[in-house]
């Protein structure tokens, strides 16, 4: 359901429509076919899409691309990286996500269903 969310969230940004059906089963086919291989489970990232979003990423490309600079910097920059505090790291993550937090969306729940507000907030923050 996260790579769903994450759709929806960049799809509403975008004004395009996502049909939910075609994400799960996508979703679906992949992992089933990923367990004969033993493969990990297939999800979508909410942090590295926002990422890409931001970025002005239109296609799967980026992804490859992402996949590359990554293993540069594992193999090559990793001591330049290992004095940073992990607070600075998780600092880049919220502000890449917080451009897909509808704050709209809680000001009209906070109008109309408060209990709705308190489950969505109890979200927020565990997650």
Same mark, same amino acid.
């Given at each position: @359901? +996260? %790579? /769903? &969310?994450?759709? #929806?969230?960049?799809?509403?940004? +975008?004004?395009?429509?996502?049909?939910?059906?075609? +994400?799960?089963?996508?979703? !679906?086919?992949?992992?089933?076919?990923? %367990? /004969? =291989? #033993?493969?990990?489970?297939?999800?979508?990232?909410? %942090?590295?899409?926002?990422?890409? /979003?931001?970025?002005?990423?239109?296609?799967?490309?980026? %992804? $490859?691309?992402?996949?590359? &600079?990554?293993?540069?910097?594992?193999?090559? @920059?990793?001591?330049?990286?290992?004095?940073?505090?992990?607070?600075?790291? !998780?600092?880049?993550?919220?502000?890449?996500?917080?451009?897909?937090?509808? /704050?709209?969306? $809680?000001?009209?729940?906070?109008?109309?269903? #408060?209990?709705?507000?308190? @489950? @969505?907030?109890?979200? =927020? !923050?565990?997650?």
């Amino acid at each position: @359901l +996260e %790579s /769903f &969310a994450v759709a #929806r969230a960049i799809a509403e940004k +975008e004004h395009y429509e996502v049909d939910p059906r075609q +994400e799960l089963l996508a979703l !679906g086919i992949c992992n089933v076919v990923g %367990s /004969f =291989f #033993r493969c990990m489970p297939v999800t979508g990232s909410f %942090s590295r899409s926002a990422v890409n /979003f931001q970025a002005g990423a239109k296609s799967t490309i980026s %992804s $490859m691309v992402t996949a590359v &600079a990554v293993l540069i910097v594992v193999l090559f @920059l990793t001591p330049l990286f290992e004095p940073l505090p992990q607070a600075v790291l !998780g600092a880049i993550i919220v502000v890449a996500v917080s451009s897909l937090v509808n /704050f709209q969306e $809680m000001k009209h729940l906070w109008k109309t269903d #408060r209990r709705d507000l308190f @489950l @969505l907030l109890v979200s =927020f !923050g565990s997650t």
